[in-house]
């Protein structure tokens, strides 16, 4: 299978439980949740999106023959002068699910990457990626139903974070959605996780340092 891919980039973690750690991101390309579209945001299932994922035309970004020539791509990212034994990797997108399987996970794991994935939890994870946050969304099916952290932007008209609870999940996370309103929506935020500590904050400090 080949893979599209927006953009590989070197950066920091900025969001949830692996904050703060070397990475590199591989942006799949589309998302089963909106076209990407600005057109068709207001009738899209997810509406909030801060991402560009359409075409392949970022950073290192392209059409990947094969999960071999991705994995070599990502691997060059992280480049030589850093430890081996550090290699993380989160996949990201748009949507990785759409295209992230069993075979590219061998290839990553090959080269002894540690990987992550997040996910809007509409599509099931493959074995063998190491960290799951799952992301999910207001009026889309949540088929994925464990992992490491579930990371819900809040507020989400019709969402209650009460409903997430029973899941199998190590972690929950509050992450203030980025919009307008963001101001408000922190104060929201500070305010669910006082008064139910289950609930962590998650900010997006790679905005707030100014690094991708
Ligand atoms: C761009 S998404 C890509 C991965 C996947 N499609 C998902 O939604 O989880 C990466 C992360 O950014 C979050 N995110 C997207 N737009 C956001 C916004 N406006 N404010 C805060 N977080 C946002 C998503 O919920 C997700 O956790
Ligand atoms: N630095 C940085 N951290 C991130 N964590 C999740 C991101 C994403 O877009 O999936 C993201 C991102 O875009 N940049
Ligand atoms: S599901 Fe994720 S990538 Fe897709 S539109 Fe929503 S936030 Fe963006
Ligand atoms: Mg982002």
Redesign the pocket.
């Known amino acids: 299978m080949s893979y599209a891919v927006k953009e590989i980039f070197l950066t920091l973690q900025g ?1 949830g439980g692996q904050i703060g750690r070397t990475s590199v991101f591989c942006r799949f390309t589309g ?1 089963n949740l909106w076209s990407g579209q600005e057109a068709d945001r207001k009738d899209a299932v997810c509406q ?4 560009n994922f359409v075409g392949m035309d970022g950073e290192n970004g392209g059409r990947f023959p094969d999960a071999q020539s991705l994995a070599n791509a990502i691997e060059a990212c992280w480049g030589t002068i850093r430890d081996p034994k550090q290699r993380f990797v989160v996949f ?5 699910l759409l295209q992230l399987d069993k075979v590219l996970i061998e290839a990553i794991k090959q080269k002894g990457f540690y990987i992550a994935v ?3 939890g509409t599509l099931p994870v493959p074995q063998g990626v190491d960290w799951i ?1 799952v ?1 999910p ?1 207001a009026g889309a099916e949540l088929i994925q139903i464990s992992g490491d952290e579930l ?1 819900l ?1 809040y507020p989400q008209e019709g969402l209650d974070p009460h409903r997430f609870t029973s899941l199998d999940f190590t972690t929950f996370r509050l ?5 307008m309103n963001k101001t408000e929506h922190i104060k929201k935020a500070i305010k669910y996780c006082q008064e139910h500590p289950l609930w962590h904050l998650s900010l ?1 400090t790679h905005k707030l340092i100014g690094i991708p």
Do not use: V
């Open positions: 969001e998302c909030f999106c801060d991402t990201t997108g748009g949507e990785p997040e996910t809007n946050c992301s969304k990371k932007i992450q203030p959605k980025d919009d997006q």
